[in-house]
């Protein structure tokens, strides 16, 4: 069993920065790639980044690349999301997610075998 709990969310304005976490815990040594997905209100669940396990190398949608920072630490089996320069339309659940089968940033392709529960942020402008 994998366990993934987020933590780091809340309330921020417009143009700050927030970041957040996530460790896993259980079968840690059978989690490859990491990342996020958020989830707006009325809205669908959308990829947002991920990291490889082996080579740190990331992955970003387009609506984030450049604001936001995914890293890892293997040791402490936590993935992180530092976000900056933080809009509105940022404002969702966001989700902790990883792969038990492939150490790929491709999440959005191949999926996730792994989630957390979510941690809200909330973007006022």
């Known amino acids: 069993q994998v366990h993934l709990v987020e933590t780091g969310g809340g309330l921020v304005q417009a143009g700050g920065s927030l970041r957040l976490s996530c460790a896993a815990s259980?079968?840690?040594?059978?989690?490859?790639?990491m990342g996020w997905f958020r989830q707006a209100p009325g809205k669908t669940r959308e990829f947002v980044a991920a990291?490889?396990?082996?080579?740190?190398?990331?992955y970003y949608a387009d609506s984030v690349k450049g604001r936001f920072t995914v890293s890892r630490d293997n040791a402490k089996n936590t993935v992180f999301l530092q976000m900056s320069s933080l809009k509105p339309e940022d404002t969702a659940s966001y989700y902790c997610?990883?792969?038990?089968?492939?150490?790929?940033?491709?999440?959005?392709?191949?999926?996730?075998?792994?989630w957390g529960k979510g941690t809200l942020v909330t973007v006022s402008s």
């Open positions: 997610a990883a792969s038990g089968s492939r150490d790929s940033v491709r999440l959005d392709y191949y999926g996730a075998d792994y």
């Open positions: 259980g079968r840690t040594f059978s989690i490859y790639g």
């Open positions: 990291i490889t396990r082996s080579g740190n190398i990331p």
